[in-house]
């Protein structure tokens, strides 16, 4: 019986409402309802207690509301927190809470496993299952919400996509996901707030231009040279950068919006002055941010972080081409829950 039931949270408002004239009630209820599921995050239609019993009943006879659950929580001792997330299905991706001094950002996933395969990354071992919904990547956002209000006396502030699997990927879900998340009727946080990271698919990024989204990007680089970057992240045979930095100067040229590039600095991978100049050539056509993120090693040992010396180097060839340009820490490492480390292991 309930395998036929329909997933409520895949209705638009508008198919709610009709959906009640269909039922000869009022439009207006699904109103109510759409409130209840998004806003008010109600797990359960007894939860609706603004809908008389009948409807109630109505709706547990025709729909499921598909909610996840935080199967088992990890908080790091630097106040990171990791949640295992189990889905309707069964399946299990991860979300992360990471709060520092003035905010509190969510890290959340897109897909189950991921179908590129960067040699650095943990979550590149599980193949890609399925995308996510777009309630299921809602969810995850409340449940951190909670979590913020609950550990850290504050709401979540900030929200980045750079958990499991590749947003672009997922795209229009991810998308209807940030709709809602940014809606008054759902979360009604600010898209200047919420960072999409990609590995770099030169479509999509076009596509997010000509939509004219109104979150940020950030592009996992980590090398401007393609044979070093294909080495470390094959696709990048198929997306080459040249397509790359031809798809982000016309998401620039759309959008004026500054563009973050996400850098891992390996020894004897990407750590001499002709990777710097590289980079430093291929930030030059449009107003650059590099992030120098610290390496999360996963079991292989073939990755090492590159020494001070080097990240010095990039640091000061990149301010002094007036590139801005942060070295950022990892957080949450002791519960594999710092970038790349996500790999279902909880
Ligand atoms: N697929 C998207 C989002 C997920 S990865 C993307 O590639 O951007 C989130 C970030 O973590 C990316 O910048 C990725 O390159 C980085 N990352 C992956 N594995 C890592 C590791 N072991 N240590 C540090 N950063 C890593």
Same mark, same amino acid.
């Given at each position: !019986?309930? =395998?036929?039931?329909?997933?409520?949270?895949a209705?638009?408002?508008?198919?709610?409402?009709d959906?009640?004239?269909?039922?000869?009630?009022?439009?207006?209820?699904g109103?109510?309802?759409?409130?209840?599921?998004?806003h008010?995050?109600?797990?359960?239609?007894?939860? !609706?207690?603004?809908?008389?019993?009948e409807?109630?009943? !109505?709706?547990?006879? $025709?729909?499921?509301?598909?909610?996840?659950? @935080?199967?088992?929580?990890?908080?790091?001792?630097?106040? &990171?927190?990791? $949640? =295992?997330?189990?889905?309707?299905?069964?399946?299990?991706?991860e979300?992360?809470?990471?709060?520092?001094?003035?905010?509190?950002?969510?890290?959340?996933s897109?897909?189950?496993?991921?179908?590129?395969?960067?040699?650095?990354?943990?979550?590149?071992?599980?193949?890609?299952?399925?995308n996510?919904?777009?309630?299921?990547?809602?969810?995850?956002?409340?449940?951190i919400?909670? *979590?913020?209000?609950?550990?850290?006396?504050?709401?979540?502030? $900030?929200?980045?996509?750079?958990?499991?699997?590749?947003?672009?990927?997922n795209?229009?879900? @991810?998308?209807?996901?940030?709709d809602?998340?940014?809606?008054?009727?759902?979360?009604?946080?600010?898209?200047?707030?919420?960072?999409?990271?990609?590995?770099? %698919?030169?479509?999509?990024?076009?596509? !997010? /231009?000509?939509?004219?989204?109104?979150?940020?990007?950030?592009?996992?680089?980590? #090398? =401007?040279?393609?044979?070093?970057?294909? #080495?470390?992240?094959?696709?990048?045979? &198929?997306?080459?950068?040249?397509?790359?930095? *031809?798809?982000?100067?016309?998401?620039? /040229?759309k &959008?004026?919006?500054?563009?973050?590039?996400?850098?891992? @600095?390996?020894?004897?991978?990407?750590?001499?002055?002709?990777?710097?100049?590289?980079? %430093?050539?291929?930030?030059?056509? /449009?107003?650059?941010?590099?992030?120098?993120?610290?390496?999360?090693?996963?079991?292989?040992?073939?990755f090492?972080? =590159?020494?001070?010396? /080097?990240?010095?180097?990039?640091?000061?060839?990149?301010?002094?081409?007036?590139?801005?340009? &942060? @070295?950022?820490?990892?957080?949450?490492?002791?519960?594999d829950?710092?970038?790349?480390q996500?790999?279902?292991?909880?």
């Amino acid at each position: !019986m309930s =395998a036929q039931k329909k997933d409520i949270r895949a209705l638009t408002k508008d198919q709610l409402r009709d959906f009640f004239v269909s039922e000869g009630d009022k439009a207006f209820r699904g109103n109510q309802v759409y409130e209840w599921l998004w806003h008010k995050s109600a797990h359960t239609f007894d939860a !609706m207690t603004s809908l008389s019993k009948e409807t109630r009943r !109505m709706l547990t006879d $025709n729909f499921v509301i598909n909610h996840i659950k @935080v199967d088992v929580m990890q908080r790091s001792t630097d106040g &990171t927190i990791k $949640n =295992a997330v189990k889905l309707h299905d069964g399946l299990t991706v991860e979300s992360v809470l990471i709060p520092t001094a003035s905010r509190t950002t969510a890290c959340v996933s897109s897909q189950v496993g991921c179908s590129l395969d960067c040699k650095f990354c943990a979550t590149s071992r599980l193949k890609r299952m399925r995308n996510l919904n777009p309630d299921e990547i809602y969810d995850q956002v409340v449940a951190i919400d909670n *979590e913020s209000r609950l550990y850290h006396n504050r709401p979540l502030s $900030n929200i980045v996509f750079m958990g499991m699997g590749e947003p672009l990927m997922n795209y229009n879900n @991810v998308l209807k996901a940030i709709d809602k998340i940014t809606s008054n009727e759902g979360l009604g946080m600010s898209p200047k707030r919420i960072v999409v990271s990609t590995s770099g %698919v030169p479509k999509m990024i076009r596509k !997010m /231009a000509d939509d004219e989204v109104k979150f940020k990007l950030a592009v996992s680089l980590h #090398s =401007a040279i393609d044979e070093i970057r294909t #080495s470390i992240m094959p696709f990048n045979a &198929t997306f080459p950068l040249k397509d790359l930095r *031809e798809a982000l100067e016309y998401w620039y /040229a759309k &959008t004026k919006n500054r563009i973050t590039y996400e850098y891992v @600095v390996w020894e004897g991978i990407n750590d001499t002055l002709k990777d710097v100049e590289a980079l %430093v050539a291929f930030c030059k056509f /449009a107003p650059s941010k590099v992030n120098l993120i610290e390496y999360n090693p996963i079991d292989d040992g073939i990755f090492q972080q =590159a020494n001070a010396k /080097a990240i010095d180097m990039y640091v000061s060839k990149l301010e002094a081409n007036n590139i801005t340009v &942060t @070295v950022r820490r990892s957080r949450g490492k002791d519960i594999d829950a710092a970038c790349g480390q996500l790999a279902n292991k909880a």
